[in-house]
């Protein structure tokens, strides 16, 4: 038993429990009780290449999985998908590095982590004696969908449905998904927006637990978000690539610290950072980037965490979020305390704000550093680094660029930076195109051919030629019809 409930430290989860259960029963996210014991000795892994770098570290996460099935599940995720066998390339931008989380068969940093997480719930399934077919449900606001309709994409024993919202997602991202192959994928348009659909999951995951619909057929619901310790784990590995990237260019030596800043929305891909740390890596400081939606600025300078706050819909959508689910996990480990974190999660959801204990924030200011940008410093920052580095970034990756610079002109010891960057430019063309100087033109396929045209940058293959790609998906439904959706879908046995 090598978890347990960031909520109650008796409800304890083995790791191939804790990937296939997602969320703890009473609530609270899965976490080992400390990370201080599976560190290891980091400069073993630096000279690995990155699949069994990933081995290594992602048996230390889930012991459960030994290093040799860990091997294969690790080449059955990653092998041949990605633009490069690194998975994660890292480039010299100016004196900083920026670490491509996005080259992934989506251009989306989420397939890092969802080209593992079928293949650890697959394995976790016969470890735990499950024989049920896994059916995934996702609501998509646009990106994450399509990432883990290629995840799952013929994974045996698995099936996916992703419902998005009818013309509430862009029309390239609508076309990432309605083409997408597989025997065992399916993605369905929802007539109201990305509330209507997620609450419909909800309800659905509601009605099939209390009402027992699916009992006996041989298909159980499971869900793909980033809550599950599965798709955390894999997003640890990229620390340890890039600090290695770093030793190779000789940009830094064994042993130096490394400062990492972060685009944060759920507060998962920054707390895999503070993982890698806890493992053993030299991280410096964990910087929190954040956009106009700056709730963690405000928690990590002041330990007050409110969510009371207007919403805004910015150009860095992926960030756009108020309650960052993974903080719990954070909250845990740096308390040990389990009643404290299932009293403040308690006040969040009752009072909407919460503060932590004054110990903790000095705990958390040591730790991280905080910053953010609003759409128009990143719009600039986006033209600033295209005209000094000839580097083309995205909008995520422009307000973490942004929050360097700040960081580095208020923390003048700083050490090597490393900018995580989150996506690829041609996901957010217009937004881009706009950052250095142009007036994008027509519709947003348009637009992608615009922004390659001034600026030379090649197209992800996956964005490439999409427009041509054959529509395979059609259905459109309203959101009281999803419940029956799926229960037809889970009695078929071929879709
Ligand atoms: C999901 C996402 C983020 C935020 O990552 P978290 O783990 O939720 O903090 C940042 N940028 C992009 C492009 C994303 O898709």
């Known amino acids: 038993m090598d978890y347990q409930s960031t909520r109650s430290a008796s409800v304890r989860a083995t790791s191939a429990q804790a990937v ?15 990370l201080r014991d599976i560190q290891f000795n980091y400069p073993d892994v630096l ?4 699949l069994s770098m990933a081995t290594v570290i992602l048996s230390a996460l889930l012991p459960d999985y030994p290093e040799e099935e860990m091997a294969k599940l690790v080449r059955s995720g990653y092998a041949d998908k990605f633009e490069t066998d690194d998975l994660t390339p890292s480039a010299a931008v100016g004196e900083d590095t920026v670490l491509e989380l996005f080259r992934g068969p989506t251009s989306a940093f989420k397939d890092v982590a969802l080209s593992m997480l079928p293949r650890l719930m697959t394995a976790a399934r016969s470890k735990c004696g499950f024989t049920d077919e896994i059916l995934i449900l996702t609501a998509t606001s646009g990106d994450t969908g399509k990432a883990a309709m290629e995840g799952f994409c013929d994974v045996p024993g698995t099936k996916i449905i992703v419902f998005y919202p009818d013309g509430g997602v862009s029309p390239v991202q609508k076309a990432q998904m309605t083409t997408q192959k597989g025997s065992n994928v399916c993605v369905c348009a929802v007539r109201g927006n990305f509330d209507d659909a997620q609450t419909g999951v909800k309800r659905i995951f509601a009605a099939v637990r209390d009402e027992k619909l699916l009992d006996g057929s041989g298909v159980s619901l499971s869900s793909a978000n980033s809550i599950n310790i599965g798709r955390l784990a894999p997003q640890v590995v990229y620390y340890f690539r890039a600090y290695a990237d770093l030793v190779r260019a000789g940009r830094i030596h064994t042993g130096d610290k490394v400062d990492y800043v972060v685009p944060t929305g759920n507060f998962g891909d920054i707390l895999a950072g503070y993982f890698a740390k806890e493992m053993g890596l030299p991280v410096g400081r964990l910087v929190c980037a954040s956009n106009a939606n ?8 002041t330990g007050h965490y409110d969510r009371r706050r207007p919403f805004y819909q910015t150009v860095s959508p992926s960030m756009d979020i108020l309650v960052s689910s993974n903080l719990e996990r954070l909250l845990y480990l740096l308390s040990g305390d389990d009643s404290l974190v299932a009293g403040l999660m308690e006040k969040l959801s009752a009072c909407g704000s919460y503060d932590v204990p004054a110990e903790m924030l000095a705990k958390l200011k040591e730790l991280f550093w905080a910053g953010f940008c609003d759409d128009e410093g990143t719009k600039a920052a986006i033209g600033k680094v295209w005209r000094d580095y000839h580097y083309l970034c995205d909008t995520h990756t422009a307000v973490a660029w942004d929050v360097a610079q700040q ?7 700083h050490n090597p930076v490393v900018i995580l960057s989150t996506a690829s430019p041609y996901k957010f063309p217009a ?3 706009e950052g250095i100087g142009e007036t994008a033109r ?4 348009a637009v992608m051919e615009q922004l390659h045209a001034v600026t030379g940058v090649p197209v992800p293959k996956n964005l490439a030629g999409l427009r041509e790609r054959e529509v395979l998906h059609r259905d459109v439904i309203a959101p009281e019809e999803m419940l029956s959706y799926v229960l037809e879908k889970a009695g078929k046995k071929n879709w």
């Not at 296939?20 to 400390?34: E, H, Q, V």
């Not at 000279?47 to 990155?50: F, I, K, R, V, Y």
């Not at 700056?294 to 990590?300: A, G, H, I, R």
């Not at 027509?442 to 396929?445: P, R, S």
């Open 407 to 413: 960081y580095k002109r208020e923390n003048p010891d």
């Open 431 to 433: 937004a881009v195109l």
């Open 294 to 301: 700056n709730v963690l600025t405000d928690f990590l300078r």
């Open 20 to 34: 296939l259960n997602g969320l703890a029963p009473d609530g609270g996210l899965y976490t080992m009780p400390s």
């Open 47 to 50: 000279g690995l290449d990155t």
């Open 442 to 445: 027509g519709d947003e396929f």
